[in-house]
């Protein structure tokens, strides 16, 4: 039986490791985190019927997502310009029900063997065949396969393709308020039942925010600015939150007072929590020649920004299209490889152009416009009825 490791506990590795489990394949993954619940696990995911969804049937877990997934409004959408005005509203009903992350990461982690997640293993560099691990753990080595499922900063695709993630002119603060129901009755009215994008056009500046099946809503603000301006404008420092509050409102000036409340009405004392984030990404049609041993699937292989809510469903699908390879061929890693990533490039490839101009549309003027006739493509391309008769494409004027 041939030796298999996974690098990350992502939805992308627990993904893989589940269905290889399920086929009686063993595989062990390495993370880094010290145990399942080390990091917050904040946000939804939108599992579609071909991807993700399709991964959670293979792993046999299809009817355990639908159980713990929100149909009642998750769909719903709203678009609006920075005055509030509306643009789009939407009201779900389609088969894309969604999961918050903690549900789905929890599924997929209990169903796997005990041992198989070597948790607080800090992967610190990968040779073929060879995993050295930090604090001072011995290497480990006499792996067939390295598959790596270790994200945007992967150890592993150094070894496959010396092309760098580049900084894609996005920075802004991840906010996440908790019970929003009872301590932000406001915020939750404006952001609704399901999710919110609100557009600066001219400033070219955006407001994401979707409610969590814990009643909790996040926020993404985020703004076209230049990698350090984060640090520059002291906006990744927590420390001091009146300063933080002063500043965002200065940078949100000419917005409308409901969507300020989202970003300024946070109480860390009480459970919500601020991070800075500057979105990084890999080149579109990213790719490099098939190497014995090693591969990458999910971020690690296509990294992108989240601007098109295809992440998580690439991520699943390369675990599912991997999967299938090993069963078909498991005493020939090498050809299961190269099909799995002959298969996977091209695939990433429109992914990541769609999302590359999603971005560039929703930080320009006109972004809302763009983002109206997605919207009405995407619903005609899904041919659901139902959906597009509670579909409202407002009106500009």
């Not at 019927?49 to 046999?60: D, R």
């Not at 009201?91 to 070597?118: A, V, W």
């Not at 000419?254 to 080149?283: E, H, V």
Request: net charge negative; hydrophobic share 40%; aromatic share 6%.
């Amino acid at each position: 039986m041939n030796n298999l490791i996974i690098i990350g506990a992502g939805p992308s590795g627990l993904t893989l490791a589940y269905i290889l489990h399920t086929n009686n394949i063993p595989c062990t993954i390495f993370e880094a985190d010290a145990s399942p619940n080390s990091r917050s696990q904040v946000g939804t995911r939108d599992l579609h019927p071909k991807s993700g969804q399709a991964a959670l049937k293979a792993a046999g877990l299809l009817e355990e997502f639908i159980i713990y997934s929100r149909a009642d409004g998750a769909e719903d959408m709203i678009i609006c310009d920075k005055d509030g005005k509306r643009y789009v509203e939407v009201i779900g009903e389609r088969d894309q029900p969604e999961i918050d992350r903690l549900e789905l990461r929890r599924m997929l982690i209990e169903g796997l063997p005990r041992g198989c997640i070597k948790w607080g293993s800090k992967v610190k560099s990968v040779e073929v065949g060879i995993v050295h691990l930090e604090d001072g753990k011995e290497k480990e080595s006499g792996f067939d396969l390295i598959v790596g499922a270790d994200g945007a900063w992967s150890k592993v695709r150094p070894l496959l393709t010396h092309i760098p993630l580049f900084y894609s002119g996005v920075s802004g603060l991840d906010i996440a308020l908790g019970d929003a129901d009872e301590r932000h009755p406001e915020i939750s009215k404006t952001v609704g039942r399901g999710s919110m994008f609100a557009f600066g056009e001219e400033e070219r500046r955006v407001m994401l925010c979707q409610r969590l099946g814990d009643k909790s809503v996040r926020c993404y603000a985020f703004a076209h600015s230049p990698e350090n301006c984060l640090k520059e404008n002291k906006v990744d420092n927590d420390d001091d939150l009146e300063l933080l509050r002063h500043q965002l409102l200065t940078e949100y000036k000419n917005w409308s007072p409901d969507l300020q409340r989202i970003i300024t009405d946070f109480d860390t004392t009480k459970g919500d929590d601020i991070t800075p984030r500057a979105l990084y990404m890999l080149p579109v049609g990213i790719h490099w020649p098939t190497t014995p041993g090693l591969t990458l699937i999910g971020d690690a292989a296509h990294l992108m920004t989240p601007f098109a809510g295809q992440g998580v469903n690439m991520a699943m699908l390369d675990a599912l299209e991997l999967a299938q390879q090993i069963i078909e061929q498991p005493e020939h890693l090498a050809e299961a490889v190269q099909a799995y990533e002959e298969a996977m490039f091209p695939r990433a490839k429109v992914v990541m152009e769609r999302t590359w101009q999603s971005l560039l549309s929703r930080f320009a003027p006109g972004g809302i416009a763009v983002f109206k006739e997605m919207v009405r493509e995407r619903l005609e391309e899904m041919g659901n009825e139902g959906a597009m008769k509670k579909v409202k494409l407002l009106s500009e004027n």
